[in-house]
């Protein structure tokens, strides 16, 4: 028996079969009537004997039967005898069995649980029970008492448990004070709670849309949004006016909260170039530490080698090769000096000047550690080099603090013990994940950092590599000679005429760049689709899943990332009686899916093959879903070496990627790459994304569309405009 309705049982929990501590999702017995139903869902705090209305639906599970599937719930406190008995015999009060749960109640009654909660001095009367231990037992009554008030409070906003208990953790038993004094306090201190969620809240509490608490949370949530879109700050004028515009109250409302916002430190203002920008203050913090860092850093003279000329050309001499004058270049700078930016496109030469620098840096007894912000490129970085490379969370070593909040273990009080770090990918790193690596670092490191500055910057926010290069204060040298075995490939070439403005070759069918024309949009989706799953595996024997990857411009439109995962999935991974699959909203996982993470997460629990565990599975991590269980609301993803456990709650944060965005697509390559490019949006035909996606390509890329997009995108020097403050700090005498 299947039922779409939301339905209402009410009963007693008989028996708790399972409950994850983690995420509260706990499977019961419920007492209805005296007819025993197994319910499931998160219910954190049900106990034995509590009573309970439940609101979900029925649903048939292969395995178990008939289950009720709780969608929210109300736990009521017990007011019988007998109901008081059971429930503090049930062990939902450490330091409470049986025997004491008895003699609390021959004492006190039906008022049994109401002086536990108020009058501890009263129970440490009894025989065998402490000040101490009534005190303990007072504490943690009203902390259950006031998560089922605090749930039930929120239930009527769609607010789950899980963010309920979070919201309980942090503020404690006067949880629901504060919600009622200020519910746009929800939206800060990383409760996951968004501002049109408080303002629900706000709404059912008859608040004025021009109450000050509203507009102060207004203008944190117009700078939070845009920092999910790469921007470190926002010029004062225009959060004020987009803020007026998403708020819809008055200008002046605005001007002022601003201002007492930058009064009590909220916010920061910094004037560049006579312009007013807005930081939230995390951002600020990262970019003025960065600046103040690599500005000390320089200070300190790094240690000089007598011998690299000669170790320069003994490498030459050992490995056959003649490095290119930018190559000695850079490899010179980076032994003279304590910093040193290198940039490159494909086939200029990087890696081989990469491996160079660590040669002699070895030669000369220093210590090197190689990082990059990726699990895919950190693996790259050491199949070319032959070394270690760790990303840079597994570098720092993420650990929690007291408030379980993800912290670094290596920081400046705990430093990373090297002489030498280099850096690969550096365009993918965010302002605040660069902040803590160069804290972690003595001061006289010598630090290289290599990337392609022609790439999209980060997805997170800042402009790390691009900012440092602007400055113009920092040792920076560009690779541009193509060597001549990288001239032979079209991806390399295409790739340098992209850059420089001028059209890719597509006329060519017979090396590793394609362009196939379609007349419109169906054609051009019916070939991606075909191409994915039958031409290129029957030409090249690729693997759909491991090889070829679909990088679209955007996420929207019949040849954007979502309309293509859903028909890819279809199309290689249908439903099947035998495969389990999951369901959020529109989106569907299932057994057998290719799937990325799409938001760091520290707190996901992984096994690498060789028995090692640790957590942390980061934005833009590429797996295949392996095992879904529903019983106990799990699911298994491999990526690459390591199998990751997610509870549906993170599951949510993870997305089909047969298809993904250009943008996602940083830090890895494949095999071969497929880009759509038909009708794409005027605001996403720019030079820099096409590049971006190109280069992802390791043997074969494929363009399917039409040719004019290319053309428009080639002649599109326009970058993705990005508010940020480091190369103002780095450019001043002595950062803030």
Do not use: W
Not at 207 to 212: E, L, M, T
Request: glycine share 6%; hydrophobic share 35%.
């Amino acid at each position: 028996m299947d039922n779409n309705e939301i339905l209402q049982i009410t009963g007693t929990i008989e028996d708790i079969i399972y409950r994850n501590n983690d995420n509260g999702y706990s499977v019961v017995d419920v007492d209805v009537k005296k007819e025993l139903i197994t319910a499931t869902g998160v219910m954190p705090t049900v106990e034995v004997g509590m009573e309970v209305r439940l609101y979900g639906r029925y649903k048939s599970h292969p395995s178990y039967g008939l289950q009720f599937c709780v969608e929210t719930f109300e736990p009521t406190i017990p007011t019988t005898s007998n109901g008081i008995l059971r429930y503090l015999s049930s062990g939902a009060i450490k330091g409470v069995g049986s025997s004491t749960a008895t003699m609390l109640v021959k004492e006190f009654g039906e008022k049994t649980l109401e002086v536990l909660e108020n009058e501890p001095e009263r129970v440490a009367l009894l025989k065998g029970i402490s000040e101490k231990k009534a005190n303990d037992i007072s504490k943690q009554l009203k902390e259950s008492i006031g998560i089922r008030e605090l749930m039930l409070y929120l239930s009527e906003f769609q607010i789950s448990a899980n963010t309920a208990v979070r919201i309980y953790k942090y503020f404690g038993n006067r949880s629901l004070e504060y919600i009622r004094d200020n519910p746009y306090t929800l939206c800060d201190n990383g409760l996951r709670v968004s501002f049109e969620m408080a303002d629900m809240i706000a709404k059912k509490q008859d608040r004025p849309i021009d109450d000050k608490n509203r507009v102060r949370a207004g203008i944190a949530h117009v700078l939070n949004h845009n920092k999910q879109n790469g921007h470190t700050c926002l010029p004062e004028e225009r959060l004020i006016a987009t803020t007026t515009n998403f708020l819809q109250v008055d200008t002046d409302l605005v001007k002022d909260a601003l201002n007492n916002m930058i009064f009590d430190a909220s916010l920061m203002r910094e004037n560049f170039d006579d312009k007013d920008f807005i930081f939230l203050p995390e951002m600020h913090r990262a970019e003025t530490f960065i600046a103040n860092r690599i500005k000390l850093m320089q200070s300190f003279p790094a240690a000089k080698f007598s011998n690299t000329d000669t170790l320069i050309e003994k490498i030459q001499q050992e490995g056959n090769i003649q490095y290119a004058e930018k190559q000695i270049e850079a490899i010179k700078s980076a032994m003279e000096k304590g910093f040193l930016i290198l940039t490159g496109g494909p086939g200029t030469g990087k890696t081989t000047t990469l491996n160079a620098i660590i040669k002699i840096l070895e030669k000369n007894g220093q210590t090197v550690l190689l990082t990059a912000p990726t699990g895919r490129a950190s693996q790259r970085m050491g199949e070319v080099t032959g070394k270690e490379a760790k990303t840079i969370h597994r570098l720092l070593e993420v650990a929690y603090d007291k408030d379980d909040k993800p912290v670094f273990k290596k920081n400046e009080k705990n430093l990373l013990k090297c002489d030498a770090l280099i850096v690969d990918e550096v365009s993918m790193v965010d302002s605040q994940l660069f902040a803590s690596l160069i804290e972690a670092l003595p001061f006289a490191t010598r630090l290289i950092l290599v990337g392609d500055s022609n790439q999209l910057p980060s997805v997170g926010p800042g402009n790390v590599l691009g900012n440092l290069i602007e400055c113009e204060r920092l040792p920076f040298v560009e690779l541009t000679e193509i060597f001549r075995q990288s001239l032979k490939s079209l991806i390399v070439t295409n790739a340098h005429k992209i850059v420089e403005g001028e059209l890719p070759d597509i006329s060519k069918h017979n090396n590793d760049f394609f362009f196939l024309p379609t007349k419109n949009g169906t054609e051009a989706t019916n070939l991606v689709i075909d191409l994915f799953t039958r031409r290129l595996v029957k030409s090249y024997n690729y693997s759909p899943t491991e090889d070829i990857q679909i990088l679209c411009p955007g996420r929207k439109g019949a040849l954007g990332a979502t309309d293509l995962n859903e028909r890819l999935q279809n199309a290689l991974n249908p439903p099947a009686k035998d495969k389990q699959e999951i369901k959020f909203g529109r989106k569907i996982l299932r057994i057998g899916d290719k799937v990325m993470q799409y938001k760091n997460n520290y707190d996901i629990m992984y096994t690498k093959d060789d028995g090692e565990t640790s957590t942390g599975i980061f934005n833009g991590d590429i797996g295949t879903i392996i095992e879904i269980n529903k019983k106990q609301q799990y699911i298994k993803i491999r990526f690459d070496d390591k199998v990751a456990t997610y509870d549906y709650d993170s599951a949510q944060d993870v997305e089909l990627s047969y298809a993904t965005t250009i943008h996602k697509s940083q830090g890895n390559e494949f095999e071969a790459v497929i880009i759509p490019l038909f009708h794409t949006p005027p605001q996403l035909c720019y030079r820099n994304l096409l590049y971006t996606g190109v280069t992802r390509a390791k043997k074969l890329l494929i363009i399917v569309g039409d040719s004019n997009i290319i053309a428009n995108m080639t002649h599109s020097n326009k970058k993705n405009k990005r508010y940020t403050g480091l190369k103002y700090f780095l450019q001043q005498d002595s950062a803030i």
